[in-house]
């Protein structure tokens, strides 16, 4: 390995590349993980990115581009790993300590304000739902329906005015 005619793109040259450095990348990669299979996984993962970018690799630097990558891989899995972890713990960090009773409120509250969202008229749900749940403004709507900006204005104003009037009644 060392002519300048050689190319990383030559399967007799990456085989060398690869039978030079992939234990010692896999040992780096174990040390510092700790995981026999994802140090495999990402020593493999490595070689892929060398052999699919071989072209722009010199010989001279496969073996820092291989480290990099890896080492690279490595971060991303663990920015991946944290984010995994996060998600997870979510459920436990949404637990409620309200009281049975109040959830049980709170959800019967929710059925009822989407019963009632459902009984408006059409257009004033249309308008009252793009605005509160897709956070259209009012000029957006009007654009979207093609009708006036006070048409849309009328609209809302009518769907959340029986809305209240729903709630008082639940209420």
């Given at each position: 390995?060392?002519?300048?005619?050689?190319?990383?793109?030559?399967?007799?040259?990456?085989?060398?590349?690869?039978?030079?450095?992939?234990?010692?990348?896999?040992?780096?990669?174990?040390?510092?993980t700790g995981n026999y299979t994802l140090s495999a996984?990402?020593?493999?993962?490595?070689?892929?990115?060398?052999?699919?970018?071989?072209?722009?690799?010199?010989?001279?630097?496969?073996?820092?581009?291989?480290?990099?990558t890896a080492n690279n891989l490595l971060i991303n899995?663990?920015?991946?790993?944290?984010?995994?972890?996060?998600?997870?713990?979510?459920?436990?960090?949404?637990?409620?300590?309200?009281?049975?009773?109040?959830?049980?409120?709170?959800?019967?509250?929710?059925?009822?304000?989407?019963?009632?969202?459902?009984?408006?008229?059409?257009?004033?749900?249309?308008?009252?739902?793009?605005?509160?749940?897709?956070?259209?403004?009012?000029?957006?709507?009007?654009?979207?329906?093609?009708?006036?900006?006070?048409?849309?204005?009328?609209?809302?104003?009518?769907?959340?005015?029986?809305?209240?009037?729903?709630?008082?009644?639940?209420?």
């Open positions: 390995m060392g002519s300048k005619t050689e190319s990383v793109c030559e399967a007799s040259t990456f085989t060398s590349i690869f039978k030079d450095y992939a234990k010692s990348l896999h040992n780096y990669l174990y040390y510092k996984d990402l020593t493999q993962e490595a070689f892929t990115k060398l052999w699919q970018n071989c072209a722009s690799v010199a010989v001279a630097t496969a073996k820092g581009y291989v480290f990099k899995e663990y920015k991946h790993q944290k984010v995994v972890l996060k998600f997870e713990q979510k459920p436990h960090m949404d637990r409620s300590h309200e009281s049975p009773e109040f959830l049980l409120e709170e959800k019967e509250l929710k059925i009822e304000l989407e019963s009632a969202i459902a009984a408006l008229p059409e257009k004033q749900r249309v308008v009252f739902l793009m605005s509160r749940i897709d956070k259209k403004t009012y000029n957006e709507i009007a654009e979207i329906l093609d009708i006036s900006r006070q048409a849309v204005e009328k609209r809302m104003y009518k769907a959340l005015d029986e809305l209240r009037k729903i709630t008082k009644k639940i209420r």
